[in-house]
């Protein structure tokens, strides 16, 4: 799972999986005066076999949106 980090100097006020999270709690953190900053993070994601459909065989297919 990522790990995105909200810091202050070097202290972690925040971890987040989703950027946008630790964006939006940074963001209200310097809405208080809190002087921090988001890092992050940069570790590639892990890559993933394609699930194998039991009836057909074939891969199954990852375009649909749920």
């Known amino acids: 799972m990522r ?3 909200v810091m202050l100097g070097e202290k972690v ?3 987040a999986a989703q950027l ?3 964006e939006r709690f940074a963001a209200a953190r310097r809405a208080e005066g809190i002087p921090c900053h988001v890092v992050p993070d940069t570790t590639p994601k892990p890559h993933r076999d394609p699930q194998i459909n ?3 065989g074939q891969p199954r ?3 649909r949106v749920r």
Do not use: E
């Open 3 to 5: 790990q995105h980090k």
């Open 13 to 15: 006020l925040y971890q």
């Open 20 to 22: 946008s999270h630790a």
């Open 54 to 56: 039991p009836l057909t």
């Open 61 to 63: 297919k990852r375009g």
